[in-house]
């Protein structure tokens, strides 16, 4: 099985509107780690948002905000207020294992964001 | 301050020449790790270094591919009678190792093409 299932390949949406990116991801550790990045057409992986599984609130960072459901396995990211610069692929990561331990990020496949005028 | 850095960005070689790849790392963090990016995919983890000593190379696909960090700092990524398929991006991040969150930082990479 998929350790990181990112079901969308491409979505656009209108310049301002809110867009969730969907990410369910598969493990059997109790201590474990969920990060999204965004890669622009440079290349360059940015991190965007952190959640960790012992966490009881939602990450959130400026305009990027995290719905972990951990039951579901669910860990999707929101951008509201989306803008061009939003455009890019974006990457849902998680690490197994304590903080400190299994460092190596597992991605999934990615989902190129457009953002229209 | 600077970022990660890896050089150089392009590498274009022949099937069976050895080529190696370089990263720098952000000062002060003692975390290294090498990705590899192939077309339309997520990166996947070669190897992870804990200063001097590879903590995780479970990630290299054969033993064509060697990763050093003599200093603890600059790392080499090593590879060894490059094949067609080991075209793709190489990335290099860092950490510092001392949040919980201990987020990687990802340099540009290195886009290998084997021909």
């Known amino acids: 099985a998929q350790k990181i299932t990112q079901t969308q390949p491409g979505m656009f949406v209108q310049e301002k509107e809110a867009v969730t990116l969907d990410c369910t991801y598969d493990?059997?550790?109790?201590?474990?780690?969920l990060f999204w990045y965004k890669q622009p057409s440079s290349g360059e992986m940015i991190f965007l948002i952190y959640?960790?599984?012992?966490?009881?609130q939602n990450a959130t960072e400026g305009r990027y905000s995290l719905n972990f459901q951990k039951a579901r396995k669910s860990a999707n990211l929101v951008i509201s207020a989306s803008q061009l610069g939003d455009s890019a692929m974006y990457f849902c990561?998680?690490?197994?294992?304590?903080?400190?331990?299994?460092?190596?990020?597992?991605f999934g496949t990615g989902t190129r964001l457009t953002i229209i005028p | 301050g600077a970022g990660v850095s890896q050089t150089p960005s392009n590498k274009v070689t022949e099937k069976g020449k050895y080529v190696e790849l370089r990263c720098d790392p952000i000062?002060?963090?003692?975390?290294l790790y090498w990705y590899r990016q192939s077309l339309g995919q997520g990166p996947e983890f070669l190897i992870y270094f804990q200063g001097t000593g590879a903590a995780d190379d479970s990630g290299l696909p054969n033993d064509r591919f060697f990763a050093v960090r003599p200093e603890g700092s600059v790392s080499t990524l090593k590879i060894q009678r490059t094949e067609r398929g080991d075209s793709a991006v190489y990335l290099c991040?860092?950490?510092?190792?001392?949040?919980?969150?201990?987020?990687?930082?990802f340099g540009p990479g290195t886009r290998l093409t084997v021909l």
């Open positions: 991040a860092s950490s510092i190792r001392d949040t919980t969150r201990n987020e990687q930082f």
């Open positions: 990561a998680m690490r197994e294992g304590p903080n400190f331990g299994n460092e190596k990020l597992t």
């Open positions: 959640q960790g599984s012992y966490d009881e």
């Open positions: 493990t059997s550790d109790q201590s474990y780690g």
């Open positions: 000062s002060g963090h003692t975390a």
